[in-house]
């Protein structure tokens, strides 16, 4: 029965009222999440747990832009072992260009869809070579960001991941590359909208990560991903950013409520 005084609601009113109040608790947490503070504070919760890393230019956009290719559905070790191949039979980039495709397919098989990366390579290398005569992609460091990451999203299968990871790492730009633990990383803390692509990630965040934070932030988000917040069983408890994490309130939480 009611206490005197309070009407009693229907108890499917009071769960629609539940529902609505959670629904707008959560995008009113949604909009503080998507802010620059918000970023600057994760940044500032890694850098104790995963250190500080000091921006480093490596001024050989052409090797970065090669291994980037590399990289794509595979473990950083076997990228590695696959660029090393790779230098090791075509120490130029002329004798690259030169090679046959299966050659360069049996170079960086280690590294899988060899196919695919070794005819991207060449297009690549050729479509340098076409546009500058040469293989150094050095003037995109003096060039606008804009107009540096639009040449390279003009190469088939160059998406804003690699671009961002050539000028950021190359020429020390201002661009957030999102590779695959990020994006599950900051779905998780409400950065992102759980559907994201990786592709609209990159126009999501950019506004977000203030330019300074983009080099050691990317770094350290790929630990957190790697060593706390894995795709199967992320590690909550141990987690420096839970205080402000929306999978933790929504999930971890409540499993815990439950059990
Ligand atoms: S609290 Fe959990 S879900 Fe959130 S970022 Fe940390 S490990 Fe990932």
Sequence with gaps: MAAAGLISLPPAWTRKIDIAHSASRIKIMAIHFQSQEFITWVFKRLRPRFGEKP??????????????????????????R????????????????????????????????????AKRIKDILAGIKKDKGKFDLSFLCRSQVDDARKYLLGFKGIGEKT???????????????????????????????????????????????????????????????????????????????????LYYRKVWKINERAA
Aim: charged share 25%; hydrophobic share 35%; proline share 7%.
């Design 55 to 80: 921006q480093r230019k490596d001024r050989d956009l052409t090797a970065i832009l090669i291994r980037t290719v590399l990289s794509q559905n595979t473990n950083d070790r076997n990228r590695d």
């Design 82 to 117: 696959a660029y090393l191949n790779l230098k090791r039979k075509f120490p130029r980039w002329e004798h690259l260009l030169a090679a046959r495709q299966s050659e360069i397919e049996r170079a960086i098989r280690v590294g899988g869809l060899s196919r695919q990366k």
């Design 163 to 245: 671009a961002a990871v050539v000028l950021l790492f190359g020429c020390g730009m201002p661009l957030f590359p999102v590779d695959t633990h990020i994006l599950r990383v900051t779905k998780r803390l409400g950065v992102l909208p759980p559907k994201t692509t990786a592709e609209k990630a990159h126009q999501l965040l950019a506004p977000l990560v203030p330019g300074e934070l983009c080099y050691e932030l990317h770094l350290n988000l790929i630990q957190e991903g790697r060593k706390i917040c894995h795709a199967r069983k992320p590690e909550c408890p141990a987690c420096p950013l839970n205080t402000r994490c």
